[in-house]
C-alpha cells in the first residue's frame, strides 16, 4: 500500500506574521493568568511587576520557537542573548526597566531612609483608662474566643438536616457588634464543586451568628440568597468580582459583615502605599458589596457607614505601631542602643465600646520580657488609637498565671480580654477545655498578676476578683460602673471572707444583695436598719442575688 504523506504545518514566512502570533500567545497567557491570579494593574503592587515579567517571558519564549531555535539549551547563552537583543530589544528593555524601577523603589521606600515617614504612620494619643474604659456589663463581656465561636458555628451547621448534605461552615469569621451585641458572623459554604453546580442558581441560603456572650450560635436564613462569596469558583468568586470592578485598586482581605438588618455585605479595604512606590502601607477606604446582589459602592475612610466595624485590620494596625514604636528615635536607634524603643505583645483581642470594635494589645520594650509597659486600644473602623500606660503583666503570662490555678482541670487560657473593673487594668480569660467549650472564667490583675480569681460565673469570677484586690490592699475607684442603687436599708449583715469584713445590704423593694467591704467603706460599720442610702455596685446579670458594691454613702 502506498503510504499518504502527512501534511507538515506551514512555519510563518515574514516577521510580522511571527511578531503577531507571538502577541497572540502572550495576550492568551495574559488573559487566562489574570483570571485565575487577579493581580492588580497597579505600579505599587508587586503581583503586577510578576504579571509583567511572565508575559515577558511568554513572548521570548514564543518568538523562540517561531523562529526555530534550538530550545534544548545547544545555543548557549551568548546566542539566546543576541536572540533577545535583535528579535525581542523592546521586551528585553522592558524586563531592564521593570528591574531598576523595583529596585529604585524598594530603596526610596526602606525604613532606612524614610525613619521618620513610617513613625508617623500612626500616632497614638495618650488616654485616661478609667475615664475612656467604662466598666462593661456583664451581659456585654464576649466569653469566647474565635475558635470557641467557630466550634460552636460548625456544631450549629450539623443540626440542620435540609443544609448539611450541600453547605458546611466556612470557618471565615468575623466580630462585629450587631444590634448592641458582640457576634461573629461568618457565611456557610458549598460543600463541594457539584454542590455549587446545583446550588448556584439560588445562592448561599444563610449565614450564622454566634453571640460572644451567651455563646449561642444560630443559623440565620436569607430570603434572596448569597451569590457572592469566597466558595464560588468562577465570575461571582468575591476576589474576582472586586478586580473585574476595581482592576487598578488594592484590596486587603475582605471580611464578611452585616448590617443592623441582618443584610450581608463583604467589606473590600483599599489599601494604598503611603512611602515611596513600595513602603507605608494604609487604609484609605473600602468597597462595600451588597454579598446577595454584588452591588458594590467605594467609601473613602472618614465616610464608611457606622455600622461597619472592621475596616482596619488588627495586624495592619500592630505593624504600624512597630514602627513607631522602634522608630521614635531614629533607624539607628532602632538597631543600636534602642533608647525608649518599644513594640507590640504578641496577640490580639477585640473589646465592644460605644457601638464600635476596637482591637486590644500590649505594648513591651524592646527585649520583650514578661512585663507590659502599657496597651493600645484602636478604633477598627476609624484607626483612632490610644496608649494607656499601665506596667505590668503580658497577656500570655497572665494566661500562664491563670492556668496554674486551674492545672489540675487541664483548662486553656484563652487570649485575655482587656477590662475595667473597679478602675483596675484587668485581663479577663475564658478558660476551655480540650473540645473548645469555655468551663470557666479567670481575672487577673494587670499590675500584680499573682491576683487571679476565678469563678464558673462571670459574676461570681467578678465578686471573688473584688474581694482579692480588697484583701491585697488594693482600692477600687468608685463611680466606674455607672450603675447606682438607692433606698433604704431593709436588711444589714456582716461576715468576715479571706481575713476581711463585708456587710451585706438588702434595701427595701429589693431581692439582691450589695456585698461592701468595710476596709474601703467604714462607713458601713455604723449603718442601721432604716438608714437612707446610695450604692455604686457592678451591674447584674439575671438571677444574681449579690452584688459588688464600690461605695456606699448617706443620703
Known amino acids: 500500500m502506498r503510504k499518504e504523506k502527512v501534511p507538515k504545518m506551514k512555519k510563518p514566512k515574514t516577521k510580522l506574521q511571527k511578531i503577531l502570533i507571538n502577541l497572540a500567545v502572550t495576550l492568551l497567557f495574559g488573559v487566562v ?51 533577545i537583543k535583535s528579535q525581542c530589544l523592546p521586551v528585553g528593555i522592558l524586563v531592564v526597566a521593570l528591574l531598576v524601577v523595583m529596585v529604585v523603589g524598594q530603596l526610596v521606600s526602606s525604613p532606612i531612609f524614610r525613619a521618620s515617614a513610617y513613625r508617623d504612620l500612626l ?15 456583664f451581659d456585654k463581656i464576649p466569653t469566647l474566643d474565635r475558635d470557641s465561636a467557630e466550634y460552636l458555628s460548625d456544631r450549629q451547621m450539623g443540626t440542620l438536616s435540609d443544609m448539611v448534605s450541600q453547605f458546611e461552615y466556612s470557618d471565615d469569621s468575623t466580630q462585629i457588634n450587631y444590634q448592641g451585641r458582640p457576634v461573629r458572623v461568618a457565611p456557610i459554604a458549598y460543600a463541594d464543586l457539584i454542590k455549587w453546580f446545583t446550588n448556584r442558581g439560588s445562592g448561599l441560603p444563610a ?13 440565620a436564613r436569607l430570603t434572596d440568597g448569597i451569590k457572592y462569596s469566597f466558595s464560588e469558583p468562577l465570575n461571582r468568586n468575591i476576589m474576582r468580582h472586586l478586580r473585574f470592578h476595581f482592576p487598578t485598586f488594592l484590596f486587603a482581605e475582605p471580611e464578611f459583615e452585616i448590617n ?7 467589606i473590600a479595604p483599599r489599601i494604598a502605599k503611603t512611602i515611596g512606590l513600595f513602603g507605608g502601607t494604609d487604609i484609605i477606604g473600602a468597597v462595600l458589596v451588597d454579598a446577595v446582589t454584588g452591588e458594590c459602592v467605594y467609601y473613602d475612610a472618614a465616610d464608611a457607614p457606622t455600622w461597619v466595624d472592621n475596616l482596619f485590620d488588627p495586624e495592619l494596625v500592630m505593624l504600624q505601631y512597630d514602627y513607631h514604636g522602634t522608630l521614635v528615635n531614629g533607624f539607628i536607634n532602632s538597631i543600636f542602643g534602642q533608647r525608649d524603643v518599644t513594640q507590640t505583645t504578641q496577640g490580639y483581642n477585640y473589646i465592644a465600646m ?10 513591651t520594650s524592646a527585649n520583650a520580657d514578661q512585663s507590659n509597659l502599657g496597651f493600645l486600644l484602636c478604633n477598627l473602623r476609624t484607626k483612632e488609637t490610644k496608649y494607656y500606660s499601665a506596667p505590668g503583666a503580658t ?84 463611680g466606674v460602673s455607672g450603675v447606682t442603687a438607692t433606698g433604704t436599708v431593709a436588711e444589714l449583715r456582716s461576715a468576715v471572707l479571706e481575713g476581711n469584713t ?54
Open 33 to 83: 493568568y489574570f483570571y485565575l491570579a487577579l493581580p492588580p494593574l497597579n505600579l505599587q503592587a508587586e503581583e503586577f511587576y510578576i504579571f509583567l515579567f511572565l508575559m515577558c517571558a511568554v513572548y521570548i519564549l514564543s518568538a523562540l520557537v517561531t523562529s526555530g531555535m534550538d530550545l534544548q539549551g545547544r545555543g548557549g547563552f551568548k546566542e539566546y542573548f543576541h536572540f
Open 395 to 478: 497577656e500570655y503570662a497572665a494566661m500562664a498565671s491563670a492556668m496554674g490555678v486551674v492545672q489540675d482541670l487541664g483548662y486553656i487560657a484563652t487570649f485575655p480580654i482587656l477590662l475595667n473593673i473597679g478602675g483596675e487594668p484587668t485581663y479577663f480569660i475564658p478558660m476551655k477545655d480540650a473540645a473548645n467549650l469555655v468551663k470557666t472564667y479567670a481575672m487577673v490583675n494587670v499590675s500584680r498578676y499573682d491576683i487571679v480569681a476565678i469563678g464558673t460565673t462571670v459574676s461570681e469570677c467578678e465578686r471573688a476578683y473584688a474581694r482579692l484586690l480588697s484583701s491585697k490592699g488594693i482600692s477600687t475607684t468608685p
Open 354 to 363: 460605644n457601638d464600635d470594635v476596637y482591637m486590644y494589645t500590649g505594648v
Open 260 to 266: 443592623e438588618e441582618g443584610h450581608p455585605y463583604w
Open 123 to 137: 500616632t497614638p494619643d495618650t488616654g485616661d483608662f478609667a475615664a475612656d474604659i467604662t466598666q462593661i456589663s
Open 207 to 219: 449565614y450564622v451568628i454566634v453571640d460572644m456572650v451567651t455563646q449561642e450560635a444560630t443559623v
Open 502 to 555: 463585708y456587710y451585706f445590704i438588702r434595701l427595701e423593694g429589693e431581692q439582691v444583695f450589695y456585698s461592701v467591704s468595710a476596709a474601703q467603706n467604714p462607713l458601713a460599720v455604723i449603718l442601721n436598719i432604716g438608714d437612707r442610702v446610695s450604692i455604686e455596685h457592678t451591674p447584674a446579670e439575671s438571677g444574681q442575688e449579690i452584688l459588688t458594691g464600690y461605695s456606699v454613702s448617706k443620703k
